[in-house]
């Protein structure tokens, strides 16, 4: 069984930034593909950024590439999400997700573990 633990979510301003961190523990990051989705308010969950196995690959939702950054320091059995120029839509809890495959998918019924998410607020 996989546990994860999302940290660094919060309140922050139109145009700032912040880092999510997701620590894994039951098993190494390196045999996980691992990514993040959000969900806002009234809205289904959506597919963020996915990084796979060993970090050779990395997968963005097209809006938001060029703003959010996805890596993984498996020496810490850690992943991270780097978001910038945030913006009020991008206001979601944040839910890191681990799957079971070599690659991962943006499909929401592909990831087999799931942390139980960080707020993130954008205010303008």
């Known amino acids: 069984q996989v546990q994860l633990v999302e940290s660094g979510g919060g309140l922050v301003q139109a145009g700032g930034s912040l880092r999510l961190s997701c620590a894994a523990s039951g098993r190494t990051t390196s045999s996980l593909a691992m990514g993040w989705l959000r969900q806002a308010p009234g809205k289904e969950r959506e597919f963020v950024a996915a990084i796979s196995r060993r970090g050779g690959n990395t997968y963005y939702a097209n809006s938001l590439k060029g703003r959010f950054t996805i890596s993984r320091d498996d020496a810490k059995n850690t992943v991270y999400l780097q978001m910038n120029s945030l913006k009020p839509e991008d206001t979601a809890v944040y839910y890191c997700?681990?799957?079971?495959?070599?690659?991962?998918?943006?499909?929401?019924?592909?990831?087999?573990?799931w942390g139980q998410g960080t707020q993130v607020t954008v205010s303008s």
């Open positions: 997700a681990a799957a079971l495959s070599v690659a991962p998918s943006s499909s929401i019924n592909s990831w087999n573990y």
